[in-house]
């Protein structure tokens, strides 16, 4: 399929030339949809706590955690790009949209419009003239631009999203103060971030300015950590005949999405491990549902492998203990099995476990959490809209009963109970990718992403889905978002 010189390229990269040809043989044929079998409701599917229940979880969260490895892995790569796209729009064509004048509307509200405004004025300019003269331009352009703030390419964890009485915060700085709250161990706080190549420099000089003030305001230790997406998961680009798309006369790799930080998650060392988004932060003043509800569900990850973990050692020794497994599993975690074996029951526990957080769907219906049908049985998974048959009545209607929606909110053990680390690749359903159609250079192309993080990359785990507030879920999505009350 490739030349000598292609297969250079190939290996060059660090991928796999099989994993290349299979993933063309994926073009042609396809991923297969998703089979839903029913929405994750409340009780069926999906845990809410009482207050009981919420307390009785920080307990055993505040007792489990005792010599345990903490971590939080937070991806945070590419460019806030997308947050700005109707003020690029503007820039662009001249014309004021909607979401400019909101902008312009909110402006002095922004948490950078000090920072905004100094630097207009080291140009000679009054940013409230600016506005009252409707020279809309400027300002944007002070904020986008290279020239300016550069928000237009810098990455949304070095935004300034935040006031404080003490200042300003971005939300790295944010990730830091969630990281001291609910995971930190002995004053200990590990935190990883996934970051562009180009962005990382960046992330560096930021957190040698600010590591030792939160160090001190929240008597804890950082140790930061860095990875990026790895070349060698890059996936091939194809024409719309499902050949290699030549740039240049040179094979066109893509990035594969989120899915591919699975390899960068595999390779962290710890015993539980938080996952949450860069833009999903809030002030100090509304973090309290966010560090409550991430202690709970930590809590529950615990509390369900400090059973499984005695389950699985009482089997290796002999004893059957299948029926109170199954019944704790039942009354105690909303886990329904049928199982006959205690060696059925093994194969179900030595698996990585995650505990995910769920939100109320208050909006249009989406992807969210759901039973899916397997090839042998039905489990719980994360699954998105383009994983859904939309052409299918049956498969819609269960989408549109669907009562709650994935904010990335995770809690993961990821070690069974020896203590041995999992190979998370091993349990990553490779039929789950998407294809999407992009260009480059004018041209029509395939491109191909990985089964996505929270999605096929743990479609083998352990899953339990828990309701959490939506006080919990704040992302910043566009530059305008940082205007609601939950940013302010």
């Known amino acids: ?93 001249g014309e004021l949209n909607t979401g400019t004048e909101k902008f312009i509307e909110g402006l002095g509200n922004f948490a950078f419009y000090g920072e905004l405004s100094a630097y207009l004025k080291n140009q000679g300019l009054d940013i409230k003239e600016l506005v009252a003269s409707k020279d809309y331009k400027t300002i944007v352009s002070a904020l986008l631009n290279e020239n300016g703030l550069g928000y237009g390419s810098l990455p949304k964890g070095l935004l300034t999203f935040h006031k404080t009485e003490n200042g300003v915060k971005t939300p790295i700085e944010e990730h830091l103060v969630e990281g001291a709250k609910y995971a930190s161990q002995e004053g200990l706080v590990y935190l990883h971030f996934t970051v562009s190549p180009e962005h990382q420099p960046k992330f560096e000089i930021k957190l040698q300015r600010v590591l030792s003030k939160y160090e001190k305001e929240l008597g804890v230790k950082y140790e930061v950590s860095f990875s990026q997406q790895k070349k060698s998961t890059d996936t091939i680009a194809v024409d719309l005949s499902n050949e290699p798309f030549l740039d240049n006369d040179q094979i066109l790799f893509r990035p594969a999405g989120h899915g591919a930080l699975l390899e960068n998650l595999n390779e962290l060392n710890a015993d539980i491990i938080f996952v949450k988004n860069i ?57 329904a099995l049928n199982l006959n074996n205690t060696k059925e029951l093994t ?54 009963k669907s009562s709650h929606f994935n904010p990335v909110d995770l809690v993961c053990g990821v070690k069974d109970y020896n203590g041995e680390k999992f190979d998370l690749l091993k349990y990553r359903d490779d039929r789950t990718g998407f294809i999407t159609q992009k260009s480059k250079n004018g041209k029509d192309l395939k491109a191909m992403e990985l089964p996505g993080l929270w999605n096929g990359a743990m479609a083998d785990w352990i899953t339990l889905f828990v309701e959490v507030p939506i006080s919990t879920f704040n992302p910043v999505k566009t530059v305008n978002d940082l205007l609601k009350p939950t940013h302010q």
């Open 347 to 400: 194969q179900y526990l030595n698996r990585p476990v995650r505990v995910c957080g769920m939100v109320e769907n208050t909006g249009e219906p989406g992807g969210g959490p759901f039973w899916v049908k397997g090839d042998q049985s039905t489990s719980l998974q994360i699954a998105e809209t383009a994983q859904i048959d939309m052409t299918d009545s049956a498969q819609t209607e269960i989408l549109k």
């Open 1 to 93: 399929m490739f030349s000598t010189d292609q297969e250079e390229l190939i290996v060059s990269r660090g991928s796999d030339i099989k994993v290349i040809e299979r993933q063309i043989m994926d073009f042609k044929t396809g991923f297969p949809f998703l089979n839903l079998d029913r929405p994750a409701t409340i009780d069926d599917g999906i845990v809410r706590l009482t207050l009981e229940r919420i307390n009785t979880f920080l307990e055993q969260y505040e007792t489990l955690t005792s010599g345990k490895k903490l971590l939080k892995f937070v991806p945070a790569s590419g460019a806030a790009t997308r947050m700005f796209k109707d003020l690029f729009e503007y820039l662009s064509t």
């Open 279 to 335: 833009d999903n932060v809030v002030p100090d003043h509304l973090k309290e549902d966010t560090i409550t509800y991430k202690k709970a569900i930590a809590g529950i990850l615990l509390a369900f492998q400090s059973d499984s973990f005695d389950w699985q050692k009482r089997i290796v020794s002999g004893e059957d203990c299948l029926n109170e497994a199954l019944n704790t599993l039942k009354s105690k975690y909303g886990i």
